[in-house]
């Protein structure tokens, strides 16, 4: 027989480990005959079709509604009713994933410089961001200055215009 410490760290072990608390939930609690007991049974197995990536019922995604579908039970009766069964379940889902193995230093040193890198090009970022908005806001206002200038110039040439087409008679001299 399998002990728990090694069944849990192949697919296949997970399976045999979910079979084997569940019959051991079943024992225990004493329901040998009962509607818990099919319910018991049919999560368990759900459980080991999904570990072993044979699902019948379900999508196969290693989820608490999958396991329901799996098992053909509301979701509610496991998230509710067998809360310890979904705690398994997640527990042999997490145990299936390998744990990832410990940095070298030389790659913990050049991550620790890339975010100082990113850190520093955000900064120049919002930097660039905030002159692009000063230089647009002085554009605006030139804009606006110079178009005063024009409507102002063409005011004064249209005065100017109308002051040539009248002679100066004060610059002619008087005959005595």
């Known amino acids: 027989m399998n002990t728990p410490a090694a069944a849990v760290s192949d697919p296949r072990g997970g399976a045999a480990l979910a079979e084997l608390v569940g019959e051991?939930?079943?024992?225990?609690?004493?329901h040998a005959d009962t509607e818990d007991a099919a319910e018991i049974r049919a999560i368990t197995d759900a459980m080991v079709r999904l570990l072993i990536g044979a699902p019948l019922h379900s999508d196969g995604k290693l989820t608490v509604v999958s396991l329901a579908a799996e098992a053909g039970l509301r979701r509610n009766k496991l998230t509710y009713k067998h809360t310890g069964l979904k705690d398994l379940f997640y527990a042999l889902v997490k145990a299936r994933t390998p744990v990832p193995e410990a940095l070298p230093d030389s790659t913990r040193a050049r991550a620790a410089k890339q975010q100082q890198d990113l850190a520093r090009v955000r900064a120049e970022r919002d930097d660039l961001r905030g002159q692009a908005q000063l230089l647009a806001r002085i554009v605006q206002v030139l804009e606006l200055e110079n178009s005063k200038l024009k409507e102002t110039n063409a005011a004064l040439e249209q005065q100017v215009a109308a002051q040539a087409s009248v002679p100066d008679l004060t610059?002619?001299?008087?005959?005595?």
């Open 24 to 30: 051991a939930l079943t024992r225990a609690q004493g």
């Open 171 to 176: 610059r002619r001299r008087r005959r005595p």
